[in-house]
Each structure stands twice: as C-alpha cells, then as structure tokens.
Antibody, heavy 122, light 106 residues
C-alpha cells in the first residue's frame, strides 16, 4: 500500500525539541523529493521544508530556517523533521507529502500522510 | 515573499457551478495546483499543472490559469464537494499556499 505515516508528535514546552518521522511504504522512497507541510488549528496549509530525493538539497520556509532541519534516511524509507527551539506558534498538524516533479521544478503533492499533531505549551 | 490570495468562502447550491479564484503576481507564469481538504482529513490534489486532473478525480473539477488569476471550477456541485480548497504555486524552491476557500453547498 502506497502511504506515508507520520509519528513523533506530542505536547512539548516552549524552547524544547521534538523529532518527527515520516515512514514511507509501497513506493521507491529514494526517487522522490518529500516535503513537510503544517496546519495550525483552524488555519490553512503552510509549507515548512523539502528535501531532494538524495538529500543533497534542502529548502526551508523563512519561519523555520535554522530551527527545523530536515533529513532523510533512504535505507530506512524515512523522512525526519527536527523541531528545535519550539514556539507556541509552531503548534500544528505536520504532514509529510510526496512531490511529483513538474516542468521548471514546479511539481505538486500527490501523496499526503495523515499528519502528526505538535502542541507547544507550558 | 510571494503571496496567493483566495476568498475565504464561497457558497453554492447543489447542482450549480462554484468558482474559486486564486490571485498572485504573474501567476499565469507559474504552474498552479489545487488541493481539496475535507474536515478532519488530509489534503488531496484535484488539479495540477494548472488544469490537469489526477486519475480518480471527477471531471466536474476543472481549472485555468492566466495573467494574475487562477480559477478552480466545480460543475454540478454536490454536497460531497463541501471542503476547503487551497491553491498552491512555487516561488523558486519554496511552495506557497493560498489561505484557502471554504466551499459550502447550501
């Protein structure tokens, strides 16, 4: 079954860290660029970060640059997002999403996980 | 940073046509994707590369993109189409989403 499954969410205090994982199955994980997209409670989708198929290229939203390093382990078919120095405004459901490449680097997200909820609260 | 603007809500009667606009500077020069998100569920792509439908998406969904505006059209709207819809484009290597439009079928 082709799927992405997030894990690692939870409640964490401001300033602390958390690591999210996204386990892929049913497709050749190492062939795809994968992204993290988050959604704060009652709000819209916001792109967080992306990593190329081989891990050589990583991209970040300004709001998380320097705080949320993205990585992957293709031998384990797993994507990671390290959430450091967390803030209340980072509270959200975090989705991983597979990108299908398009012309000029403008792909689209064809496969999404169910999401992992991260709550930052004291 | 690049911004995409969508109306917060659109209401439509069953069987009628709903149109959702997404605007951005020179948006027509970019590829636009549209995502449907039903309550409590993950997003699903309904349109990619401006006007292409993924396999399994009903023909009732169509879209266009030109100038500064992209439009998602839902024909013969059904109650099952009630959802939030997000447009998305790329600003370099950064993905940008619109704020979303809630479609209500009255």
């Amino acid at each position: 079954q082709v799927q992405l499954v997030e894990s690692g969410g939870g409640v964490v205090q401001p300033g602390r860290s958390l690591r999210l994982s996204c386990a892929a199955s049913g497709f050749t994980f190492s062939s795809y660029t994968i992204h993290w997209v988050r959604q704060a409670p009652g709000k819209g989708l916001a792109w967080v970060a992306g990593i190329s198929y081989d891990g050589a290229n990583r991209y970040y939203a300004e709001s998380v640059q320097g705080r949320f390093p993205i990585s992957r382990d293709n031998s384990k078919n797993t994507l990671y997002l390290q959430l450091d120095r967390l803030r209340a405004e980072d509270t959200a459901v975090y989705y991983c999403a597979r990108e299908i490449p398009g012309g000029g680097g403008q792909g689209y997200f064809d496969l999404w996980g169910r999401g992992a909820l991260v709550t930052v609260s004291s | 940073s690049y911004e995409l603007t969508q109306p917060p809500s659109v209401s439509v009667s069953p069987g009628q046509t709903a149109s959702i606009i997404c605007s951005g500077d020179k948006l027509g020069d970019k590829y636009v994707s549209w995502y449907q998100q039903k309550s409590g569920q993950s997003p699903v792509v309904v349109i990619y590369q401006d006007n292409k439908r993924p396999s399994g998406i009903t023909e009732r969904f169509s879209a266009s993109n030109s100038g500064n505006t992209a439009t998602l059209t839902i024909s013969g709207t059904q109650t099952t189409d009630e959802a939030d819809y997000y447009c998305q484009a790329w600003d370099g290597s950064t993905a940008v989403f619109g704020a979303g439009t809630k479609v209500t079928v009255l």
